[in-house]
């Protein structure tokens, strides 16, 4: 088989990165061959098809057009695939086009915005076995930020947690470790030997002054810049001094508990906590509110620092609303910082730049003088708007035309732009003279990329064409000459446009790199510009969604009045979620919570978590009012499902996460626990919820808040002083079943699956055989539910708290006669009002907000 020149280039560029795909510039499309056509006809859906090179050498081929490239690669990275782009370098001609690669991409190595989501941080991770530890080291190479951390490699769970939380876009590991790790992300293996040693003296070399690395996390990081060398190695210019990752004050959450959370679920059409936070106006703002939520806190001062800033946000409309306008519409100083660092910023990122400083300078006058708590007067003082930068950006591009350095910047420059212009002005004259001179008034001078300058004769007047002028194309109704003189001027304007590009090019470059200089001070600030546009977005929901703040301290107590959950409430029509209460305390730090299906229990659980993941993000909370003593950790196991990739069933998965929570919950961890046991036998599962239930009392002690349709175990609670029984409110009506959404004292009395599954819409038919039991009657669906608690019972309740509230000492004989009329109507309308139980509830909801 003969090899053409363009095959055998082809396979010697291929051999340079074999397990990327090589994208090969021909003309208006990079091809694709081989193995990697049926790759990208398979992820892209593009079509397939073949190309000869030579006889009888026929390959697979598929192209995309390269003004499409950028959406293409974004399609080929999130797919995880390692790209290598090959451009043309030279014109084509006779001879075989030059052609190189220019750039290599993977997922964890992008720094083009054009490729990124701003929102998110684009982590590219590395991990290396190194004795009984995981060394794991991470960098966003679009920022620079890079930290790493060492973790025990027995700890599986623990590292697939971690690793989940970080949520990297590619991860690297040496070809010789064979790391079992459940990762989202398969790991992809890399050739090479690192040892210690070797790796302490590369980091030594690269970041003199850097505190001392421990060796698996020296590396971690070895191998994350040995990649970033093989791939881009001017994205190491960007790379900041590796930090330690600050375990100490930093709470971390387990993958499922994120999940039953919905605390990021990284989707653009599912709500979740990250969506309902984001108010931020910058992309910096999103990725640190991110970056909140993934670490939040343990330190109560340094949450009482947070809590503050927020409060003053909150209470300062002026301050808050005046930030958000001044935020509104900065760019990227984060990702524009890492781009001059590289080299790579083009002149309209400079500018954009320029832009963004000036933003900084009004966010730094409306904060100044203004700004009391700690933390924002802190952050005013780290934006530094570096006015010689932006008035030298300015001052040196052009803006305004072709050129892109302004005149004056350089005289050899602007001498070459003045003979540029000469030459063209010749050519424009020379226009009107041969018009002129052969009496064509037709006759014009053009211009294209593959002839140059040419004088244009319509056909009607080509034989009055003068003898020096020589035809150079012949067009339908035009023929085309050039004349010694226009060659001459055409030849000094193409050299003096090489010459002015080189030469702007060196000043250009001298521009960007004297602008690293203040790398260091543009990150700082961007730094502190994303602090406070997140922190102005968790004052803004605050006040739209009546966030309190929650009164933290170090006891075990979790007390919370008129809790909701945030994301359920933001769903519902104004005023339709139903509050409810929370009380954990030493004395009684077990809740066991009863009550049929789709009644509110998993939405109570859920946000009480929530509240208490909030508390220490430093947030805010959807309550009235919460003092909560600071956890640990949260778990949750909530919700069905099975893993059958790994052969494990619903059942074997429940309790695998159950056994976790039991080795890792101390007394000052929060433990949510939902219907454990129910995916076995009911006599196994009453069974192993019990003795779980007596394990977090006993043995563990920390807060917990259990849900089951088990009502045996909720009968724990007459036993055991230390477990509180509480359920679902409902009532039970003629036309079936209100859920109420309350959660009240007692044992639900019924589980009414029947009625849940009638509410479903299950034939009638169906429902009767049920409640035979094939032939075994069962319990009918109850007309009046024994021990459930209705609209009237809430109100009541609510009217006690009301009479206990009252200062009878400065009461008037007629404002308790007013009380007295107000509690007797409530009463009544408890028990007469045909609007129904959730309506009456929401209606004592106005009431008291109004009172208020």
Same mark, same amino acid.
């Given at each position: 088989?003969? /090899?053409?020149?363009?095959?055998?280039?082809?396979?010697?560029?291929?051999?340079?990165?074999?397990?990327?795909?090589?994208?090969?510039?021909?003309?208006?499309?990079?091809?694709?061959?081989?193995?990697?056509?049926?790759?990208?006809?398979?992820?892209?859906?593009?079509?397939?098809?073949?190309?000869?090179?030579?006889?009888?050498?026929?390959?697979?081929?598929?192209?995309?057009?390269?003004?499409?490239?950028?959406?293409?690669?974004?399609?080929?990275?999130?797919?995880?695939?390692?790209?290598?782009?090959?451009?043309?370098?030279?014109?084509?001609?006779?001879?075989?086009?030059?052609?190189?690669?220019?750039?290599?991409?993977? &997922?964890?190595?992008? +720094?083009?915005?054009?490729?990124?989501?701003?929102?998110? $941080?684009?982590?590219?991770?590395?991990?290396?076995?190194?004795?009984?530890?995981? %060394?794991?080291?991470?960098?966003?190479?679009?920022?620079?930020?890079?930290?790493?951390?060492?973790?025990?490699?027995?700890?599986?769970?623990? $590292?697939?947690?971690?690793?989940?939380?970080?949520?990297?876009?590619?991860?690297?590991?040496?070809?010789? +470790?064979?790391?079992?790790?459940?990762?989202?992300?398969?790991?992809?293996?890399?050739?090479?030997?690192?040892?210690?040693?070797?790796?302490?003296?590369?980091?030594?070399?690269?970041?003199?002054?850097?505190? &001392?690395?421990?060796?698996?996390?020296?590396l971690a990081v070895a191998v994350l810049i040995s990649y970033l060398e093989h791939g881009q190695p001017d994205l190491l210019k960007a790379l900041e001094a590796p930090l330690p990752y600050q375990t100490d004050g930093i709470m971390v959450l387990d993958r499922q508990? =994120?999940?039953?959370?919905?605390?990021?679920?990284?989707?653009?059409? =599912?709500?979740?906590?990250?969506?309902?936070?984001?108010?931020?106006?910058?992309?910096?703002?999103?990725?640190?509110?991110?970056?909140l939520l993934d670490r939040p806190l343990l330190d109560r001062n340094a949450l009482g620092r947070r809590l503050d800033a927020i409060e003053e946000l909150v209470g300062d409309t002026p301050l808050r609303s005046g930030l958000a306008k001044a935020l509104s519409g900065?760019?990227?100083?984060?990702?524009?910082?890492?781009?001059?660092?590289?080299?790579?910023?083009?002149?309209?990122?400079?500018?954009?730049?320029?832009?963004?400083?000036?933003?900084?300078?009004?966010?730094?006058?409306?904060?100044?003088?203004?700004?009391?708590?700690?933390?924002?007067?802190?952050?005013?003082?780290?934006?530094?708007?570096?006015?010689?930068?932006?008035?030298?950006? =300015?001052?040196?591009?052009?803006?305004?035309?072709?050129?892109?350095?302004?005149?004056?910047?350089?005289?050899?420059?602007?001498?070459?732009?003045?003979?540029?212009?000469?030459?063209? !002005?010749?050519?424009?004259?020379?226009?009107?003279?041969?018009?002129?001179?052969?009496?064509?008034?037709?006759?014009?001078?053009?211009?294209?990329?593959?002839?140059?300058?040419?004088?244009?004769?319509?056909?009607?007047?080509?034989?009055?064409?003068?003898?020096?002028?020589?035809?150079?194309?012949?067009?339908?109704?035009?023929?085309?000459?050039?004349?010694?003189?226009?060659?001459?001027?055409?030849?000094?304007?193409?050299?003096?446009?090489?010459?002015?590009?080189?030469?702007?090019?060196?000043?250009?470059?001298?521009?960007?790199?004297?602008? #690293?200089?203040?790398?260091?001070?543009?990150?700082?600030?961007?730094?502190?510009?994303?602090?406070?546009?997140?922190?102005?977005?968790?004052?803004?929901?605050?006040?739209?969604?009546?966030?309190?703040?929650?009164?933290?301290? +170090?006891?075990?107590?979790?007390?919370?009045?008129?809790?909701?959950?945030?994301?359920?409430?933001?769903?519902?029509?104004?005023?339709?979620?139903?509050?409810?209460?929370?009380?954990?305390?030493?004395?009684?730090?077990?809740?066991?919570?009863?009550?049929?299906?789709?009644? #509110?229990?998993?939405?109570?659980?859920?946000?009480?978590?929530?509240?208490? @993941?909030?508390?220490?993000?430093?947030?805010?909370?959807?309550?009235?009012?919460?003092?909560?003593?600071?956890?640990?950790?949260?778990?949750?196991?909530?919700?069905?499902?099975?893993?059958?990739?790994?052969?494990?069933?619903?059942?074997?998965?429940?309790?695998?996460?159950?056994?976790?929570?039991?080795?890792?919950?101390?007394?000052?961890?929060?433990?949510?626990?939902?219907?454990?046991?129910?995916?076995?036998?009911?006599?196994?599962?009453?069974?192993?919820?019990?003795?779980?239930?007596?394990?977090? /009392?006993?043995?563990? %002690?920390? =807060?917990?808040?259990?849900?089951?349709?088990?009502?045996?175990?909720?009968? /724990?609670?007459? +036993?055991?002083?230390?477990?509180?029984?509480?359920?679902?409110?409902?009532?039970?009506?003629? !036309?079936?079943?209100? @859920?109420?959404?309350?959660?009240?004292?007692?044992?639900?009395?019924?589980?009414?699956?029947?009625?849940?599954?009638?509410?479903?819409?299950?034939?009638?038919?169906?429902?009767?055989?049920?409640?035979?039991? @094939?032939?075994?009657?069962?319990?009918?669906?109850?007309?009046?539910?024994?021990?459930?608690?209705?609209?009237?019972?809430?109100?009541?309740?609510? /009217?006690?708290? !009301?009479?206990?509230?009252?200062?009878?000492a400065n009461t008037t004989p007629l404002a308790a006669l007013n009380l007295l009329a107000e509690w007797q109507q409530r009463l009544r309308a408890a028990t007469e009002e045909p609007i129904g139980p959730r309506a009456l509830l929401v209606a004592e909801d106005q009431?008291?907000?109004?009172?208020?």
């Amino acid at each position: 088989m003969v /090899i053409t020149p363009a095959r055998q280039q082809y396979l010697q560029l291929k051999a340079e990165q074999p397990d990327a795909i090589l994208l090969f510039r021909m003309g208006d499309f990079y091809e694709m061959f081989d193995e990697d056509a049926h790759t990208a006809a398979r992820v892209l859906g593009i079509t397939l098809t073949s190309r000869e090179f030579g006889r009888g050498g026929r390959v697979p081929m598929a192209g995309i057009p390269y003004h499409a490239l950028n959406g293409y690669l974004r399609r080929f990275l999130r797919a995880g695939y390692r790209l290598a782009i090959c451009e043309q370098l030279s014109e084509p001609g006779k001879r075989l086009v030059e052609r190189g690669i220019t750039r290599v991409l993977s &997922p964890g190595t992008i +720094d083009d915005p054009a490729l990124l989501d701003a929102g998110r $941080l684009n982590l590219l991770l590395s991990i290396v076995t190194h004795g009984a530890l995981v %060394g794991l080291a991470w960098v966003d190479v679009s920022t620079g930020a890079c930290e790493y951390r060492a973790l025990p490699a027995d700890d599986s769970v623990g $590292l697939a947690a971690f690793i989940d939380q970080l949520d990297p876009a590619e991860i690297v590991g040496p070809e010789s +470790d064979d790391l079992e790790i459940d990762t989202r992300v398969a790991i992809r293996p890399i050739t090479g030997e690192w040892t210690v040693d070797s790796a302490t003296r590369l980091l030594t070399s690269r970041f003199p002054g850097c505190e &001392p690395i421990r060796p698996a996390g020296a590396l971690a990081v070895a191998v994350l810049i040995s990649y970033l060398e093989h791939g881009q190695p001017d994205l190491l210019k960007a790379l900041e001094a590796p930090l330690p990752y600050q375990t100490d004050g930093i709470m971390v959450l387990d993958r499922q508990t =994120r999940l039953n959370l919905e605390i990021d679920l990284r989707s653009r059409d =599912r709500h979740d906590l990250f969506g309902l936070l984001n108010r931020t106006h910058t992309a910096p703002g999103a990725r640190r509110l991110r970056t909140l939520l993934d670490r939040p806190l343990l330190d109560r001062n340094a949450l009482g620092r947070r809590l503050d800033a927020i409060e003053e946000l909150v209470g300062d409309t002026p301050l808050r609303s005046g930030l958000a306008k001044a935020l509104s519409g900065l760019l990227d100083l984060e990702r524009l910082a890492a781009r001059i660092a590289t080299g790579a910023a083009r002149a309209s990122e400079l500018l954009a730049l320029a832009e963004t400083l000036e933003g900084a300078e009004r966010v730094r006058d409306v904060l100044d003088g203004r700004a009391e708590t700690a933390l924002l007067v802190e952050l005013t003082a780290d934006i530094d708007a570096l006015p010689a930068i932006r008035s030298r950006i =300015r001052a040196e591009l052009d803006n305004g035309s072709s050129r892109l350095l302004r005149t004056g910047i350089d005289r050899r420059l602007d001498l070459i732009y003045a003979a540029i212009d000469r030459d063209r !002005d010749g050519i424009a004259a020379m226009e009107r003279s041969e018009r002129e001179r052969t009496g064509i008034r037709t006759l014009k001078v053009g211009y294209n990329k593959v002839f140059g300058y040419y004088l244009e004769i319509t056909r009607a007047h080509r034989d009055k064409a003068p003898d020096d002028y020589i035809r150079k194309q012949t067009l339908t109704n035009a023929e085309r000459f050039v004349t010694p003189a226009l060659k001459e001027a055409e030849s000094r304007i193409l050299a003096n446009e090489e010459r002015a590009a080189e030469l702007e090019a060196e000043l250009y470059a001298r521009l960007v790199r004297e602008l #690293g200089d203040s790398v260091a001070t543009i990150r700082t600030t961007a730094a502190a510009l994303a602090t406070i546009d997140a922190l102005v977005a968790l004052a803004t929901v605050a006040v739209e969604q009546r966030f309190a703040r929650p009164v933290l301290d +170090d006891s075990t107590v979790l007390h919370i009045e008129g809790g909701r959950h945030p994301i359920v409430e933001r769903q519902l029509p104004y005023g339709e979620f139903v509050p409810n209460d929370t009380r954990l305390s030493d004395d009684a730090p077990v809740v066991i919570l009863t009550g049929p299906n789709m009644a #509110g229990k998993s939405t109570w659980l859920r946000q009480v978590a929530l509240i208490v @993941f909030l508390a220490q993000v430093g947030s805010f909370v959807p309550a009235d009012r919460a003092r909560i003593g600071l956890v640990d950790r949260i778990f949750t196991r909530i919700g069905a499902h099975d893993d059958l990739a790994n052969g494990r069933s619903t059942f074997m998965v429940e309790m695998l996460e159950t056994a976790t929570i039991l080795h890792h919950a101390t007394e000052r961890s929060l433990v949510v626990l939902d219907e454990i046991g129910r995916g076995t036998s009911t006599e196994d599962g009453v069974a192993i919820a019990g003795a779980v239930v007596e394990h977090l /009392i006993e043995r563990v %002690g920390a =807060r917990t808040l259990f849900a089951t349709h088990f009502r045996e175990l909720a009968e /724990i609670a007459a +036993d055991n002083e230390r477990v509180a029984a509480l359920q679902t409110a409902i009532e039970q009506r003629p !036309d079936g079943l209100v @859920f109420l959404h309350a959660i009240v004292p007692g044992i639900a009395e019924a589980a009414f699956g029947l009625e849940i599954a009638r509410l479903a819409g299950l034939p009638t038919a169906v429902i009767q055989r049920a409640q035979t039991s @094939f032939g075994k009657t069962t319990r009918a669906i109850p007309t009046v539910a024994a021990k459930t608690t209705s609209a009237a019972d809430v109100v009541r309740e609510r /009217i006690a708290d !009301d009479v206990l509230a009252v200062d009878l000492a400065n009461t008037t004989p007629l404002a308790a006669l007013n009380l007295l009329a107000e509690w007797q109507q409530r009463l009544r309308a408890a028990t007469e009002e045909p609007i129904g139980p959730r309506a009456l509830l929401v209606a004592e909801d106005q009431r008291a907000a109004q009172a208020d």
